[in-house]
């Protein structure tokens, strides 16, 4: 459960944020080939574990990039 206490307000330029706001072109590919071959279950343990990462990392960058736009249109 989160609570208002729980929160974490970061500053960061805002051109360092369209930077952050997805994973670059090797990182989105490697992600790719791991969902692929976790499809297949062939992923050991430290494999599973960079995807999960990788997942959380391009959810972090659409909640920043959501962010953007919603903070861009008012």
Known sequence: MTRAADAVTI????????AIAQLS???TDRM???LERNT???L???EKAEL????????FGQIVS?????RARS
Do not use: C, I, W
């Open 52 to 59: 999960e990462m990788l997942v959380q990392m391009a959810e």
């Open 66 to 70: 959501l962010a953007l736009k919603a």
């Open 11 to 18: 500053s960061v330029p805002r051109t360092t944020l369209s």
């Open 44 to 46: 050991n343990a430290t």
């Open 25 to 27: 072109a090797e990182l």
């Open 32 to 34: 790719h080939a791991l």
């Open 40 to 42: 297949d279950g062939q």
